[in-house]
């Protein structure tokens, strides 16, 4: 994919453990700054983009190489919010800014509960979160000046989450 277009709004990628708050997050910054919402979990079940299913962690696997190609005409246009719980087999050239959703580990244990997730996959996600594998898997694949971190516990964490992507984007924009 070429630059994107001089005049093109920037693509964004939300990412974090299953249960941080993204799409909590994504739903609002969407609706705020006029992005298209590209919810990747629900796009890969929609497109059938799954590889086999993983009875242990009661999974679908995706299937990357196939999302990839459904999301680049996407992402050439901008103005893009990304929301998937990974983040190292994007495009690093796609992205303009990555910011990872972190989550207490009692308030993420609530929430995934809340999904009647089993007890393997609910300790492997609280796993994720406690070692901030997600936060580590940003930096190891983008630039870490381009990485944010935010919380997505409360009302007030989403109010400040929102402003500093507006405040990012605002920056961006004067650039
Ligand atoms: N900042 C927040 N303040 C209060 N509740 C939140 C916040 N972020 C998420 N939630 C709640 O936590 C649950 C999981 O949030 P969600 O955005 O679906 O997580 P994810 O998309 O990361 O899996 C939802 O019930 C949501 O309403």
């Known amino acids: ?37 590209l919810d990747c979990s629900k796009i890969a079940k929609e497109n059938d983009f799954v590889e086999e299913y993983d009875a242990e962690y009661d999974c679908p696997i995706l299937d990357e190489e196939k999302l990839m190609d459904h999301l680049e005409p996407l992402m050439a246009k901008g103005g893009n919010i990304v929301e998937y719980h990974g983040c190292d087999f ?26 009647n997730y089993n007890e393997k996959k609910l300790t492997s996600n609280i796993q ?13 694949s983008y630039k870490t000046d381009i990485v944010f971190q935010l919380k997505g516990e409360t009302k007030a964490d989403a109010h400040m989450s929102l402003k500093t992507v507006k405040n990012w984007y605002r920056m961006w924009k004067r650039k």
């Open 90 to 115: 994007f495009p690093e050239r796609w992205f303009q800014a990555v910011f990872v959703v972190t989550c207490p580990n009692k308030t993420l244990y609530d929430r995934l509960k809340d999904r």
């Open 1 to 37: 994919m070429s630059e994107l277009l001089p005049d093109a709004k920037p693509n964004i990628l939300i990412t974090g453990t299953p249960g941080a708050g993204k799409s909590y997050l994504c739903e609002r910054l969407a609706s705020q700054l006029k992005f298209e919402w």
């Open 128 to 140: 994720c979160e406690i070692f901030g594998t997600i936060l580590e898997e940003a930096r190891d």
